[in-house]
């Protein structure tokens, strides 16, 4: 069986990485699966794509579609162009998809409609809201998907309320946790480490990029001044995305204990998170990797496609209102977080049971 696994934008690459240790691993055993991992280059800056390659080793991709940059339609059109072009050329027996990027609905379509069937590594999370393009994504691709995989019991009931086949939804556990574990002991410090004096449990990680948060200019200011406020003077150490660094800059938002950085490496932004206070976030995975390494995590979101990282991790939605800072912070602060445990399947091992299973389905 031959498989293109398809790749685009950060959050995608520590998936795919854990799902080709485990074809490399079936391989080894003579198990009947090749693949062809494309990159559809919708993250393009270093930092945001190759550093991941390189540290994780993730092989060089086969092929880099260079899709990236533009609008959402627009980047959803150049990967769509991209891959249906190779997928003439050379067709596949699947088309494995991970998470809710733009890549991963441009290539469920692509291959949907030449025929090749597609499997989707996080199928059905939701969040409810239309007004995120990765929701959006969800729905597409969960709508033209044919094998689905899935992190909790819980993403398999709603895909089976909208219909999908209970025979088609594998329950495998998260294969972003799998690349977590199998990379913890190698967390390696950030070179600013020594340089702003940072301790463990002595800061706090901040990572903002979603256009509810950042896009209009007051908020992201007021979000900021109100972290200031109520950090005890804490470090607040901000690896930022090129869209909010963009805004950041026009912004000019400067403070003593505000440490703004290029977005980090794979092993150095997992070492700050496992060692800080807590982590302010509206990223989805990051809840993830937060709950099972035990950090209290504030999510400045309304929603969540994971509610298993609230009702069994370490992270609480408080919504995107400056006003519901001030007493996060202060449970926070004053020891009353709660403590939290690790979803079931949250094993290491997601990976191999997606690999398993495809190689049983191509017998
Ligand atoms: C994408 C994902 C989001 C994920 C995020 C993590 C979608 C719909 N969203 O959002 O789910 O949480 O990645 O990073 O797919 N840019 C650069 N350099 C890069 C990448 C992007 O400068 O390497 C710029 C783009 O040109 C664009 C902006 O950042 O102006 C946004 O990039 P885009 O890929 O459209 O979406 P993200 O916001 O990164």
């Known amino acids: ?7 685009g934008a950060r959050p995608n690459f520590m998936k795919i990485a854990s799902i080709i240790d485990a074809i490399h691993a079936a391989r080894s055993e003579n198990k009947d699966i090749e693949y062809r991992l494309i990159h559809t280059g919708q993250h393009y800056d270093k930092n945001m794509s190759e550093s991941f390659f390189t540290q994780l080793a993730i092989p060089h991709p086969h092929v880099n579609l260079g899709a990236g940059g533009g609008t959402q339609s627009e980047q959803t059109a150049a990967i769509m162009i991209g891959y249906e072009k190779l997928l003439m050329d050379e067709k596949t027996d699947l088309c494995l998809v991970v998470g809710d990027v733009n890549s991963t609905m441009a290539c469920s379509i692509v291959a949907q409609k030449l025929h090749v069937p597609v499997a989707h590594v996080e199928a059905g999370i939701r969040s409810g809201d239309w007004k995120m393009p990765e929701e959006i994504n969800r729905l597409v691709t969960d709508a ?3 094998f689905f ?6 993403a398999g009931d709603k895909l089976k309320k909208s219909g999908v086949s209970e025979d088609k939804i594998y329950w495998v556990g998260n294969t972003m946790i799998d690349t977590l574990l199998k990379h913890r002991n190698r967390f390696q410090q950030p070179p600013f480490w020594a340089e702003l004096g940072l301790q463990k449990n002595e800061y706090l990680v901040i990572t903002l990029h979603r256009p509810a948060n950042v896009d209009e200019d007051d908020k992201l200011k007021v979000l900021i001044d109100e972290i200031i406020v109520n950090s005890h003077g804490l ?3 901000f690896p930022a995305h090129p869209r909010t660094a963009k805004i950041l800059a026009k912004l000019g938002i400067s403070y003593e204990n505000l440490h703004i950085t290029e977005p980090l490496g794979y092993l150095e932004f997992n070492y700050l998170v496992e060692n800080a206070k807590a982590v302010i976030t509206d990223s989805g995975g990051i809840t993830e990797e937060t709950t099972v390494m035990g950090v209290p995590c504030i999510t400045l979101r309304d929603n969540t496609e994971r509610p298993e990282t609230v009702t069994i991790g370490t992270n609480e939605l408080i919504g995107t209102d400056p006003r519901a800072i001030q007493p996060a912070m202060e449970r926070l602060f004053s020891g009353k977080w709660k403590k939290g445990g690790i979803p079931e399947l949250w094993d290491g091992k997601a990976g191999q ?8 389905l191509g017998k």
């Open 235 to 237: 470090p607040l150490i």
């Open 353 to 360: 049971r997606v690999v398993n299973t495809l190689v049983s």
């Open 144 to 146: 033209i998907t044919n």
């Open 149 to 154: 995989f899935t992190t909790t019991p819980e």
């Open 1 to 7: 069986m031959k498989i293109d696994l398809i790749a």
